[in-house]
């Protein structure tokens, strides 16, 4: 067999680095609770993200989920979202109580068509809630405009869009909040982790509340929170990745660029251009294998996976087609998710990815 490939390769600092980083632990024993690492994190992210305010959490599901209970919607409230994503998107609505409508996506970029929004619009209405996916940014303005003209909430899940910057502003500045990932396999890692950024800063306490438990004092609990503190380990896992961003990134770039000068000679096969006025991170490597390629979708995914290169089917199938889903909301027609998700392939795309690695993936296209 071949060397394996997979779809992603978590960065990691050096391992001295990071070990020198965490001695100053076994000095405090302070593990977790917003220690000393959790604030510098905080304040890095702040200025990196170029965000207004951020407060960190354990992982991005449950900045998703918080960032939702957060505004404190009616039970039965309706949330616009996009099927085209990963399936947290969709269990933080519905694990808050409420109704998800899915909307279609545009064709070119994945991200919600902002156009078929208002007419999914009804009085139960609470929020709007695009994924920039990909790190594609959605129609930030036409969104604004909708949610303004229905006095209704935008909380973007920002989870693939870690660093993208849109117009002079890092992308979690726009909306009511927004949602990041540090998972293991996001161009940024904490291990585990996540933010939500915002610019209310009531946003913050609130979230203080839902994350800690709702302790306000020794002897006083305010709310009925849960626990979804980021711990003093993963905090410094994020310092230490938070200095190599750049390098990460370029390095990214370069076989990104690369797989693209493969592909642009190959009929059938299609790659994303992305948004001139966004910067891109790239996190992700998708392409669609349209209906006039050689071969299916399935059969390169099955073709490259017989060879050690794991390529993934994201997002297939959509979420409003999951098990737990199916059939159990408004029947909205969704014909360019469906398409997008019928044929797009996921390909490797991590830092250490060389150029013959990629080579060696496009040559068995
Ligand atoms: C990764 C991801 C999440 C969830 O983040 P975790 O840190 O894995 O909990 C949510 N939404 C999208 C679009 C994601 O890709």
Redesign the pocket.
């Known amino acids: 067999m071949d060397k394996e490939i997979f779809v992603t390769r978590s960065s990691m600092p050096d391992y001295v680095e990071y070990i020198e980083a965490i001695k100053p632990l076994w000095e405090t024993h302070w593990l977790t609770n917003m220690g000393a690492y959790h604030k510098q994190l905080e304040s890095q992210l702040k200025k990196y993200l170029k965000v207004p305010d951020i407060s960190l959490t354990v992982?991005?599901?449950?900045?998703?989920e918080l960032a939702i209970q957060a505004f404190g919607f009616p039970r039965d409230a309706e949330v616009i979202t996009t099927p085209f994503?990963?399936?947290?998107?969709t269990h933080?609505i519905v694990r808050n109580g409420l109704t998800p409508v899915f909307c279609d996506v545009k064709p070119y970029d994945g991200t919600i068509d902002e156009t078929k929004i208002e007419n999914l619009i009804t009085e139960k209405t609470a929020a709007i809630i695009p994924?920039h996916?990909y790190g594609h940014v959605c129609n930030i303005e036409e969104i604004q405009k909708i949610a303004e003209k229905y006095n209704i909430k935008v909380i973007y899940?920002a989870?693939?869009a870690f660093g993208v910057e849109y117009g002079s502003k890092g992308i979690g500045a726009y909306g009511d909040a927004s949602?990041f990932?540090?998972?293991a396999?996001?161009v940024f890692n904490t291990v585990?982790?996540?933010a939500v950024t915002f610019s209310d800063h009531k946003i913050y306490e609130k979230l203080y509340n839902l994350k800690n438990f709702g302790i306000r004092g020794e002897e006083l609990v305010t709310e009925v929170g849960a626990n979804a503190k980021m711990n003093e380990f993963c905090a410094v896992m994020g310092l230490c990745n938070l200095k190599h961003i750049h390098n990460s990134m370029q390095k990214r770039k370069r076989a990104a660029e690369h797989y693209i000068r493969r592909f642009s000679e190959m009929e059938g096969i299609m790659t994303f251009r992305g948004n001139d006025k966004a910067t891109k991170n790239y996190a992700y490597f998708p392409i669609l294998i349209t209906d006039i390629y050689k071969s299916s979708r399935d059969e390169i995914y099955k073709k490259l996976k017989e060879h050690g290169i794991h390529a993934r089917k994201?997002f297939f199938p959509v979420t409003s087609d999951q098990a737990c889903f199916k059939n159990k909301y408004r029947y909205i027609e969704i014909p360019c998710a469906r398409s997008l998700a019928e044929q797009v392939l996921t390909l490797p795309l991590y830092e250490e990815l060389s150029d013959e690695d990629v080579d060696k993936i496009v040559d068995l296209f």
């Open positions: 992982n991005g599901h449950m900045a998703l994503t990963f399936i947290s998107t933080a994924v996916v899940d989870a693939h949602v990932s540090f998972h396999t996001k585990e982790g996540g994201y």
